[in-house]
């Protein structure tokens, strides 16, 4: 058996986004950005985000990497499943992620990113989780920052189970 202890309700989420979204909003203003959601945790997060920017040119893509199998343990290895189609040369690019936990996936991601000459890439996180950290991964932009313990709801699963929680929890086995 499994317990679910709330983190944030989906009152605190909407609250952190908007937060966030003003930051970013007021750090691009003027500017054109290029919003890259990796799939699947960040749909939801992604999803809300965009929609309270209030900039003039926002373009969405969508890229799919995997470190993790069905379980609740790192892989070391990051698979590159899906890219993007967007040209990202000469653009501020902003990638979301639901949760960033080692840092490698961003780390490798990143590096994909910049093969392609963008003006800037910026990360953005609903998680900022520190306890497992094995790379020096900025992360720009984060909602709500924890020290440890496996989360799911508000797009991020276990097992892919529980993305459609509009909350989020600790999930406790
Ligand atoms: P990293 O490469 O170790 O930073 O792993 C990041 C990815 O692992 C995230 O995009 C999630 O898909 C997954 N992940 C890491 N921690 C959690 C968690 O607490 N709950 C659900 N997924 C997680
Ligand atoms: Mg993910």
Known sequence: MSE????????????????VAKQISSDYRGEELVVIAILKGAFIFCADLIRKLTL??????????????SGITSSE????????????KSKHVLIVEDIVDTG???SFLVEHMRLRGPK???????ID?????????????ACHTVAEGFLVG?????????????????LKQ
């Open 56 to 69: 003039e040119s926002v373009k969405v893509d969508f890229l799919r990497a995997a470190s993790y199998g």
């Open 77 to 88: 290895e990051v698979k590159l499943i899906k890219d993007i189609d967007i040209d990202i």
């Open 104 to 106: 490698r996936t961003l």
């Open 154 to 170: 508000y797009g991020l699963d276990f097992a892919e189970n529980y993305r459609n929680l509009p909350g989020l929890y600790h």
């Open 120 to 126: 800037s890439v910026r990360i953005c996180a609903m």
């Open 129 to 141: 989780k520190r306890e497992r950290r094995k790379t020096d991964i900025q992360v720009d932009y």
């Open 4 to 19: 679910r202890v709330t983190v944030l309700t989906e009152e605190e989420i909407a609250d952190k986004v908007t937060l």
